[in-house]
Structure formats: structure tokens, C-alpha cells
Nanobody, 122 residues
Framework: QVQLVESGGGLVQAGGSLSLSCVVSGRPSTYYVIGWFRQAPGEGREYVGTITWSGRRTDYADSVKGRFALSRDNAKNTVYLQMNNLRPEDTAAYFC???????????????WGQGPQVTVST
């Protein structure tokens, strides 16, 4: 089965930057779509962005567009989420997830990472 292991996260000041990594192990060739979601305490999980391993297609939620950037390193089976100009409202646990086709719908994703915490202070 597919496993996703995340690293990164931590405390950063508003306006600062932070990067998260998602390493995908035992990945069947069909699981080529990686989505990102976040969840604040007491809130539901919301969409952040999506990328394919080919890199030919990406998508971002309006709330992070122009500030967050997705990239991938196929040789390392790793997807990166670069977060710039962070705001206090970005504070949340961030999850990567895998699926077999392009989607931005949370209920479609099959495998999930651990969700490290990102905290943005004022």
C-alpha cells in the first residue's frame, strides 16, 4: 500500500516562509496525483492545492494562490509545499494525500500523511 511521510512544519512569524515535504513510498504507478489539505483546531479540513508527478498540472485554492507553490522531485518520490508570505490564518495542520486521478475533492483521496503543525505568529 501507499505511504506518505511528511516533514517540516513549525513556528514562523507572519510574512515569513516555511516548506513542507511529502515522501511517497510504495507508490503504485497509478497514484500520480498529490493533494494538499489543512485543518485548524475545531475546524474542518480544507483544500490547499494539487500537483501531478509530471508537473504539467497544478492547482491552488484562492486563499493561498500567489503565496504557496507546489513542486516535485520524481527521483526522490517527494512533493514539496513552499509557503511564502504566511499569515496567522494559515495556522493549521497540513496534510498531503494521494489519488489515482486529478481531483480537488477531499473525499476522493485514498492515502494520507500525518499532518504536521504550522503555526504563524503575529
Amino acid at each position: 500500500q501507499v505511504q506518505l511521510v511528511e516533514s517540516g512544519g513549525g513556528l514562523v512569524q507572519a510574512g515569513g516562509s516555511l516548506s513542507l515535504s511529502c515522501v511517497v513510498s510504495g507508490r503504485p504507478s497509478t497514484y500520480y496525483v498529490i493533494g494538499w489539505f489543512r485543518q485548524a483546531p475545531g475546524e474542518g479540513r480544507e483544500y490547499v492545492g494539487t500537483i501531478t508527478w509530471s508537473g504539467r498540472r497544478t492547482d491552488y485554492a484562492d486563499s493561498v494562490k500567489g503565496r504557496f507553490a507546489l513542486s516535485r522531485d520524481n527521483a526522490k518520490n517527494t512533493v514539496y509545499l513552499q509557503m511564502n508570505n504566511l499569515r496567522p490564518e494559515d495556522t493549521a495542520a497540513y496534510f498531503c494525500a494521494a489519488y489515482t486521478a486529478w481531483t480537488t475533492e477531499i473525499n476522493e483521496y485514498t492515502f494520507w500523511g500525518q499532518g504536521p503543525q504550522v503555526t504563524v505568529s503575529t
